[in-house]
T-cell receptor, first 114, second 112 residues
Framework: EAGVAQSPRYKIIEKRQSVAFWCNPISGHATLYWYQQILGQGPKLLIQ????????DSQLPKDRFSAERLKGVDSTLKIQPAKLEDSAVYLC????????????FGPGTRLTVT | GEDVEQSLFLSVREGDSSVINCTYT??????LYWYKQEPGAGLQLLTY?????DMKQDQRLTVLLNKKDKHLSLRIADTQTGDSAIYFCAAGEGGTASKLTFGTGTRLQVTL
């Protein structure tokens, strides 16, 4: 069974530029999560989707971050415009159902904002 | 909200047991997790325990939960160099398994 796929793996941009990350969850997984992991910290949940609907986006900085999961499968996370403090690893995870006990993580996208 | 604390670093000799500790603040947390992260990789789920359990064993891994003190530990028996990684404790907020709050991670170094 293929795992969670993410691209790109690495991205370097200048502040005020825009960037987008892509995630393809495990086939059949209804729930998709985006986490932000700043260096030296644990992951922080940004947004949770159930199929193509948002379940929780309370920690998403909505003035600059947006995410969508239009067909209930792939998802994109966008930052516009980026700030220096957005430098982090962005992790995507999926679980079979909402509240599923096991979340499976992708390898992450490392973003550096200069 | 939930707050999860872990010590930053642990060094053990190969073959010894490792014990990684974690404390959390939300007494309603029902699901508690341990994840492993190797350099440049995502998080790998190691094990989890329900709050109505005191202990769970899975091969070399033993999880102990003291619900009264909100203390969780992960014991790795016969620690190997391949166990060197960062270990994250996570708690599901508000009795859910989906909204996870992670600790800052404990870096385990295994020496020969």
């Amino acid at each position: 069974e293929a795992g969670v796929a993410q691209s790109p793996r690495y991205k370097i941009i200048e502040k005020r530029q825009s960037v987008a990350f892509w995630c393809n969850p495990i086939s059949g997984h209804a729930t998709l999560y985006w986490y932000q992991q700043i260096l030296g910290q644990g992951p922080k949940l940004l947004i949770q989707f159930q199929n193509n609907g948002v379940v929780d986006d309370s920690q998403l900085p909505k003035d600059r971050f947006s995410a969508e999961r239009l067909k209930g499968v792939d998802s994109t996370l966008k930052i516009q415009p980026a700030k220096l403090e957005d430098s982090a690893v962005y992790l995507c995870a999926s679980s079979l159902v909402a509240g599923g006990l096991e979340q499976y993580f992708g390898p992450g996208t490392r973003l550096t904002v200069t | 909200g939930e707050d999860v604390e872990q010590s930053l670093f642990l060094s053990v000799r190969e073959g010894d047991s490792s014990v990684i500790n974690c404390t959390y603040t939300d007494s309603s947390s029902t699901y508690l997790y341990w994840y492993k992260q190797e350099p440049g990789a995502g998080l790998q789920l190691l094990t989890y325990i329900f709050s109505n359990m005191d202990m769970k064993q899975d091969q070399r891994l033993t999880v102990l939960l003291n619900k009264k003190d909100k203390h969780l530990s992960l014991r790795i028996a016969d620690t190997q160099t391949g166990d060197s990684a960062i270990y994250f404790c996570a708690a599901g907020e508000g009795g859910t398994a989906s909204k996870l709050t992670f600790g800052t991670g404990t870096r385990l170094q295994v020496t020969l």
